[in-house]
T-cell receptor
């Protein structure tokens, strides 16, 4: 059974560039969330999508955007990269079942902004 | 969601029980306690959750105090592979809600 997959695993960009990160949820999971984890801190919530609709958004600037596709995979886009965007970006998927909050995380994409 | 407080670090000898505390004194009646862990450079992994009763699964046990203001995650026989950051998270009932991670507890299992 495949878990959550993310691509690429590592990425190096320079300030001002744009980046797209990709996530494929576990088969049958319709909810996808994105988190940013800066070194030494816990993951911080960025977005949640369900059935292609944005369900929630964390305290991140408009440079961050995301979308979910009909097959429930998702992309996270970050424009005008800053040095402070260097982080591990985690994708998590979940079943959409009342009372069920177990989220399955992928291995993450390590983004380095130079 | 209620705020949680955890010690920043703990050590445990291999083979012994690891008891990780979490304070959530402002928890409300419809909020669950969830535990996740993150092994270095991997994504967080779900461990266990509970509302008010003690829970046990193949990974761990969760003990929630009667007033629900604190809880303890117990790894009964810690191994070196249990070395990780452990996060205690309080979530309102619902489904697939966003997780608010604190700083967690770095558990180091010593040989």
């Amino acid at each position: 059974d495949a878990g959550v997959t993310q691509s690429p695993t590592h990425l190096i960009k320079t300030r001002g560039q744009q980046v797209t990160l990709r996530c494929s949820p576990i088969s049958g999971h319709k909810s996808v969330s994105w988190y940013q984890q800066v070194l030494g801190q816990g993951p911080q919530f960025i977005f949640q999508y369900y059935e292609k609709e944005e369900r929630g958004r964390g305290n991140f600037p408009d440079r961050f955007s995301a979308r979910q596709f009909p097959n429930y995979s998702s992309e996270l886009n970050v424009n005008a990269l800053l040095l402070g965007d260097s982080a591990l970006y985690l994708c998590a998927s979940s079943l959409e079942v009342q009372g069920y909050n177990e989220q399955f995380f992928g291995p993450g994409t390590r983004l380095t902004v130079l | 969601d209620a705020k949680t407080t955890q010690p920043p670090s703990m050590d445990c000898a291999e083979g012994r029980a690891a008891n990780l505390p979490c304070n959530h004194s402002t928890i409300s009646g419809n909020e669950y306690v969830y535990w996740y862990r993150q092994i270095h450079s991997q994504g967080p992994q779900y461990i266990i959750h509970g509302l008010k009763n003690n829970e046990t699964n193949e990974m761990a046990s969760l003990i929630i105090t009667e007033d629900r203001k604190s809880s303890t995650l117990i790894l009964p026989h810690a191994t070196l592979r249990d070395t990780a950051v452990y996060y205690c998270i309080v979530i309102k009932s619902g489904s697939a809600r966003q997780l608010t991670f604190g700083s967690g507890t770095q558990l180091t299992v010593l040989p």
